[in-house]
Each structure stands twice: as C-alpha cells, then as structure tokens.
C-alpha cells in the first residue's frame, strides 16, 4: 500500500466507489478494476434493504446506476439482488449485480484492502442504518481477525448525518468514525469531537492550508473528496493532507507523479 499516515490509520489515496468511473460504481466489478490498477484502499456508500441487509448504493433511489425504480431501501434484498447494476455504465458490465457488504468484506479482507464505508441511509433510517453497519462491520471483520495482533485494519465508518455516527458509535465504540462535510455548519467541530471521530472528511474545495493546519492541531486525522485534478491534489498533500479520494484512478494515485 502507498503511504499511509503516522499512525498507519489511513492510506494516502482512496478510489472513489470502487473503481471511480471506469466501473459501474459501488460493484465487485469495480473494485476488482480498481485492485488490477494498483489501489489498495477504496470508498464506497452502504444502506439497507427494507429487511436490514447493509449493500452498497449510493442513491436513494435505483433509477441512475440500477434497472429498477423507486425507493432502494424500500426493496427486500431478494428484490435488490436481481437487479442490473451494470448496464447503464457500459454494455461490457451489464449484468452486474448490487453488492451486499458481506460479499465485500469477503472479497477485501483476504487480499488486505482497505475500506472507508460510509454510512449512507434512506431518509428517516440514520439510526438504524448507522447502528446496523457497526454490527455488520464488527462481526464481519472480527471474523478476520481484526483487533488482534496482524489482523486487518478495522474500516473507517463515515456519514453527513450525525444521527448515524452516533447510532454506530453506540453499537461497536471501538470503530473509527469520521465526519463527513460538505459545507461547514455552526457546531460541526463540536458534533465531530462529541461523537468520538478520529477523522474529519471535507469537500475538497473547503480546505486550505489554515484550516487543515487547525484541524491537524485539534487531533483529527484530515481527509477529502473528490480531488480528480492533479494540480489540486499536489497542494492539498502538499499542505500535510492525510487522505484523498478521487475519481482518477486510471491518472492518479499508486505508480503516478502525484504520490510523491
């Protein structure tokens, strides 16, 4: 794996969904590309079906990266998992199906992949959803020996909603969290210190050297997303960013100038 941070926590670069845009996002398929292209460390997003499996999707809603219609987590997963989740990226992946967090886990684990899962739930299910992929993640990874000595590292569980943070921190405490921050709102450094987050997650274009430098001081590891410029990229690690997601897993990251 590329440089991780001081305390080995988390990776330098992190593929976006699995595999960025080559792949239809958030599938085996797409972390399988991404693994042949060097990455070692992905993102991805995790709900429930409406029988309280965690699988990953980004949306609400089926329609853009799925065949199916309506609401996600308003499908049993025996309905979920007959859907296409291929064929709108490109022919060559259709086919492919939703990807439930276990078969994830299974496929990551044994190879040393490194996860940032975060907790993405349909409106009005943070709690659940949060405690939900804190048992899920638990189990999963205990099962692989993760929290003994030379076992895998645990994932990092992040959210937008502070709801599910607190949901998950309630279910495995010992979980890494990270607050994720598309805009800073009145308080967000004080829900971040109050759910226990060992990492703060902004939308790239909040940072600058000043306050990555404040946030470093604080203690919380600094990580961003979706940096797909190279230029953005060198100066946000430049400035002593810890982690950086990106689309641009064919340009950037493991192998490429930028990592340096």
Request: proline residues 6%; contains cysteine; charged residues 20%.
């Amino acid at each position: 794996m590329d440089r991780t941070d001081a305390d080995g926590l988390f990776p330098r670069w992190i593929a976006h969904r699995g595999a960025g845009k080559l792949a239809p996002e958030n599938t085996l398929a797409a972390f399988e590309l991404g693994w042949r292209l060097g990455w070692r460390a992905f993102e991805c997003d995790v709900k429930l079906s409406a029988d309280g499996v965690p699988f990953l999707l980004h949306d609400a809603t089926l329609e853009r990266t799925t065949n199916g219609h309506g609401a996600a987590g308003a499908r049993t997963w025996d309905e979920l998992a007959r859907l296409d989740a291929g064929g709108w990226h490109s022919p060559a992946y259709a086919g492919e199906p939703l990807l439930r967090l276990d078969r994830l886990a299974e496929w990551a684990l044994p190879r040393g992949a490194w996860l940032n899962l975060e907790i993405k739930p349909s409106p009005g299910t943070e709690a659940a959803t949060g405690a939900a992929m804190a048992r899920a993640v638990e189990a999963l990874w205990r099962a692989h020996g993760a929290g003994e000595s030379g076992g895998p590292a645990w994932p990092l569980l992040t959210s937008f909603q502070p709801a599910a943070l607190q949901a998950a921190q309630a279910a495995a405490p010992h979980l890494p969290l990270g607050l994720l921050l598309d805009h800073l709102w009145p308080g967000c450094w004080a829900v971040a210190r109050g759910l226990g987050c060992v990492a703060v997650v902004l939308n790239h274009g909040l940072w600058t050297a000043a306050l990555l430098a404040e946030q470093r001081a604080a203690g919380w590891r600094t990580l961003t997303y979706t940096v797909n410029d190279a230029t953005r990229a060198e100066a946000l690690l430049g400035w002593g960013l810890d982690g950086l997601i990106t689309d641009r897993v064919d340009a950037l990251g493991p192998g490429q100038p930028a990592t340096a």
